[in-house]
């Protein structure tokens, strides 16, 4: 009898969510220091390269590992990480792609998801001199979405900062799932992380700033055409306000 109602629960916890889906916000690249002249030729920059929460929250509610994949000539190119932050360090002189595959939880998918990051040591601007103090930060944003998620997957991760999960279907209710201790899901997070005054704020108040003084921008230039227009037809500019543009 137990076994039965054993099998049930872990039916319901593996039943899709129709109509439904999971997005995930996540930022991978790299940060690379220049360490001086007095450095070795062939040691000439440490580096991490990194995937993290959008604003640092814990991805190892959905991450189980993730693998990077190095150039060939490093000692035992293929690195595993078992646990966040999911990151990796090395030292070296040469830019190369790396690969980063992601491999999730089993509730969440049997699929693994491949990054291409290619390792950034120099500063892309010709005129950009190295300096050790101030590093080269080559970012990315993407979001993994997660479609028709399982009950389980969905009930298990419904409050967590780090992920987005939208309003539920109409008829849809959630199984129980125990409660996560909240000093575990803060243990993986970027916050206090070293390097994170380097880090690029990718949230969507600051997303939100830019779009706003990108407008403004645009508004300000419709208004000085406007005004060009005007004189060219020999008639007085008009002022408009930034609601009427």
Same mark, same amino acid.
């Given at each position: 009898?137990?076994?039965?109602?054993?099998?049930?629960?872990?039916?319901?916890?593996?039943?899709?969510?129709?109509?439904?889906?999971?997005?995930?916000?996540? #930022?991978?690249?790299?940060?690379?220091?220049?360490?001086?002249?007095?450095?070795?030729?062939?040691? /000439?920059? *440490?580096?991490?390269?990194?995937?993290?929460?959008?604003?640092?929250?814990?991805?190892?509610?959905?991450?189980?590992?993730?693998?990077?994949?190095?150039?060939?000539?490093?000692?035992?190119?293929?690195?595993?990480?078992?646990?966040?932050?999911? %990151?990796?360090?090395? /030292?070296?002189?040469?830019?190369? %792609?790396?690969?980063?595959?992601? =491999?999730?939880?089993?509730?969440?998918?049997?699929?693994?998801?491949?990054?291409?990051? =290619?390792?950034?040591?120099?500063?892309? +601007?010709?005129?950009? $001199?190295?300096?050790?103090?101030?590093? #080269? &930060? #080559?970012? /990315?944003?993407? @979001?993994?979405?997660? !479609? @028709?998620?399982?009950?389980?997957?969905?009930?298990?991760? *419904?409050? =967590?900062?780090?992920?987005? #999960? !939208?309003?539920?279907?109409?008829?849809?209710?959630? !199984?129980?799932?125990?409660?996560?201790? &909240?000093?575990?899901?803060?243990?993986? +997070?970027?916050?206090?992380?070293?390097?994170?005054?380097?880090?690029?704020?990718? $949230? %969507?108040?600051? @997303?939100?700033?830019?779009?706003?003084?990108?407008?403004?921008?645009?508004?300000?230039?419709?208004?000085?055409?406007?005004?060009?227009?005007?004189?060219?037809?020999?008639? !007085?500019?008009?002022?408009? /306000?930034?609601? +009427?543009?």
């Amino acid at each position: 009898m137990l076994k039965s109602s054993d099998d049930s629960e872990k039916k319901n916890l593996a039943r899709k969510v129709k109509d439904s889906e999971i997005s995930v916000p996540i #930022v991978y690249g790299n940060i690379a220091f220049w360490l001086g002249k007095k450095a070795s030729e062939y040691q /000439s920059h *440490k580096w991490t390269v990194y995937v993290r929460g959008a604003a640092n929250e814990d991805l190892g509610v959905v991450i189980k590992r993730a693998s990077f994949q190095l150039h060939s000539s490093f000692n035992n190119p293929t690195r595993i990480v078992e646990s966040p932050p999911f %990151e990796l360090s090395e /030292s070296g002189w040469g830019e190369f %792609e790396i690969v980063i595959t992601l =491999h999730f939880h089993s509730d969440v998918t049997d699929k693994p998801l491949h990054l291409y990051h =290619h390792l950034k040591l120099y500063p892309g +601007d010709e005129s950009g $001199s190295l300096s050790t103090k101030k590093p #080269v &930060v #080559v970012e /990315s944003y993407d @979001e993994i979405v997660f !479609p @028709e998620p399982s009950e389980g997957f969905l009930s298990r991760v *419904k409050d =967590h900062p780090a992920v987005n #999960v !939208p309003r539920l279907p109409a008829g849809v209710t959630l !199984p129980p799932v125990p409660m996560e201790d &909240v000093d575990k899901r803060k243990r993986g +997070d970027t916050n206090d992380h070293p390097l994170s005054q380097w880090f690029a704020n990718f $949230s %969507e108040a600051d @997303e939100l700033l830019k779009l706003a003084g990108a407008r403004q921008q645009v508004q300000a230039h419709i208004a000085r055409l406007r005004r060009q227009l005007s004189l060219m037809d020999g008639q !007085p500019p008009q002022l408009k /306000s930034a609601s +009427d543009l």
